[in-house]
């Protein structure tokens, strides 16, 4: 009930069995309005921001074999689970921090693909952000 009436209570970690997790996601998918907005990571301890935790890091909704191709997956999920990389195993978390900072300014730019309202492609998404994440890195931001 806790994750429908207050998520951010979780802090975005929620400990789980795989096929729990795996479950739990799917439904959680609807706080934000789509499976293409949500990383995961399966990590091997518990962050404390000081240790590398080793992680396996993707979009919540897999490969999309069905749709792969077609450019009209939303490649935000993938994007932000490298932030989570970053944060987590590789401790860099000023340079997760930009990754979310592109993200959400490009959503704010309303550079969307379908699923969330917009008419961008799945490539001109990850362009978009990834100038964003540039322009961030290089200052001029």
Not at 41 to 48: E, H, K, Q, V
Not at 75 to 88: F, R, T, W
């Amino acid at each position: 009930m806790l994750m429908v009436k207050n998520p951010r209570a979780l802090n975005g970690i929620i400990v789980t069995s795989n096929l729990f997790g795996d479950i739990i996601s799917d439904e959680a998918s609807v706080i934000p309005g789509s499976l293409g907005l949500l990383p995961s990571a399966s990590l091997s301890g518990i962050p404390d921001g000081r240790t590398k935790v080793n992680g396996i890091y993707e979009p919540i909704h897999g490969s999309a074999p069905d749709i792969s191709g077609k450019g009209i997956v939303n490649p935000v999920a993938a994007i932000l689970s490298i932030g989570m990389l970053l944060k987590y195993s590789l401790l860099e978390p000023d340079l997760a921090k930009a990754v979310d900072e592109a993200v959400k300014t490009t959503i704010e730019k309303g550079i969307r693909t379908a699923d969330i309202g917009g008419k961008s492609n799945t490539s001109d998404v990850g362009d978009a952000i990834a100038s964003e994440l540039a322009a961030i890195l290089s200052g001029r931001k």
